[in-house]
């Protein structure tokens, strides 16, 4: 998510006098990739660019694609092979025994559905998770050329009648059925269709789910390193205090600063995680109902783990027990098992476990993993 909006605050401030530029988006990956589907990178004709689609590897070769999309005004499909030993082929050598499908798309100012507007859209919605197709490639079929979309268009889908641009009834059922079950995992994922009549229409499917959003309830200096990590991996921080007793550098960081009292009034979904961090054991513990009253999946609570169990233990006499259901999501101590002891560390070690929690991962050694990094699968 941070990418994008580097990508569309460049596109924001681009001189259309005097620069055009191409977006370059990676739609299939087979094998292994620094970068997976979705990693976008905006370039510009007098080579500047912003984003990524690669480890650096494939940049400069990006460069001369999307100035040649340019020149050309269509959209082309580029596929980097790091799997071969032909030492022609870009990225060559990296050792990533990969295959990317990089789609460059030239970006005509004057049309609202370019890539970037369309990307402008999802992020100014109230949070949610977006569905965008985008057209890779097409062949036409027996009863004609394709007269209503073009390759490098994405399509922002919110129901089925946002297909009815394809004009094709056959390939829009099988996309929807595609569709379905990319929202039901979570995972995006590129597919070729072929309609009865010989048409072919290739497209990538992805799941933009909204920034993850930390909701930090306290006001100590520990709040000031865990904002600045949170921004600097693009998402959402809402620091809970009196706003009279926030540090201004933590005012300053923050997306919002909310006062306990209007707790209930922030937006909490599946992407939000709540970290009780007052390191005050009454606040705490009279925190944590009201944290576990929100539909946040991860809650959690910083301090040794006896003094977790007493505040479950002195809620439960009080007749305030927690549900079994809801330890599950809490995170108490909070944060991995990485020795943390600066406020610093603590905080790298706390964004890491919400990751994980999120990913649905455990936070082990990477060496320890049977399975590929990445999930591959259709």
Request: proline share 4%.
């Amino acid at each position: 998510m941070k990418e994008i909006k580097a990508i569309i605050d460049g596109y924001d401030h681009l001189d259309r006098q005097t620069t055009q530029a191409a977006l370059a988006t990676v739609v299939r990956v087979e094998g292994s990739s620094y970068r997976r589907t979705g990693a976008r990178m905006l370039v510009m004709n007098n080579g500047v660019w912003i984003g990524g689609i690669s480890g650096g590897c494939l940049e400069g070769d990006a460069l001369k694609r999307a100035r040649l999309a340019i020149a050309k005004a269509a959209a082309s499909k580029i596929t980097y092979d790091t799997t071969t030993d032909d030492e022609h082929q870009i990225g060559v050598g990296l050792g990533c025994n990969g295959i990317i499908d990089v789609l460059f798309t030239p970006l005509d100012f004057s049309d609202q559905n370019n890539p970037v507007e369309v990307l402008k859209t999802c992020m100014n919605d109230r949070r949610q998770t977006h569905v965008l197709i985008t057209i890779t490639g097409l062949e036409a079929g027996q009863t004609g050329d394709w007269a209503t979309v073009r390759e490098g268009e994405v399509i922002r889908y919110t129901n089925a009648e946002s297909l009815n641009v394809l004009e094709n009834n056959d390939l829009q059922m099988q996309l929807e059925k595609k569709i379905q079950a990319r929202i039901t995992k979570g995972v995006s994922a590129p597919y070729r269709l072929e309609s009865a009549d010989g048409a072919v229409l290739d497209a990538f499917i992805e799941i933009l789910a909204p920034e993850t959003h930390l909701v930090l309830w306290g006001s100590q200096y520990d709040v000031y390193p865990l904002t600045r990590l949170v921004k600097e991996l693009g998402w959402r921080a809402t620091v809970v205090a009196n706003p009279l007793k926030v540090n201004h550098k933590i005012a300053t960081l923050a997306d919002a600063v909310v006062p306990p009292e209007q707790f209930d009034e922030i937006l909490i979904d599946d992407h939000t995680a709540i970290v009780l961090m007052s390191h005050d054991y009454k606040t705490d513990k009279t925190n944590l109902p009201r944290a576990l009253a929100t539909n946040a999946p991860y809650v959690g609570m910083l301090g040794p783990r006896v003094r977790s169990e007493k505040i479950w233990r002195e809620l439960s006499e009080e007749g305030n027990p927690i549900a079994e259901t809801d330890f599950t999501r809490i995170h108490a101590p909070v944060g991995l098992d990485i020795g943390a002891v600066s406020p610093e560390e603590i905080a790298l070690s706390l964004a890491a476990e919400v990751r994980a929690a999120f990913s649905g991962r455990d936070g082990t050694y990477l060496r320890l993993r049977q399975s590929t990094i990445h999930v591959r699968e259709l």
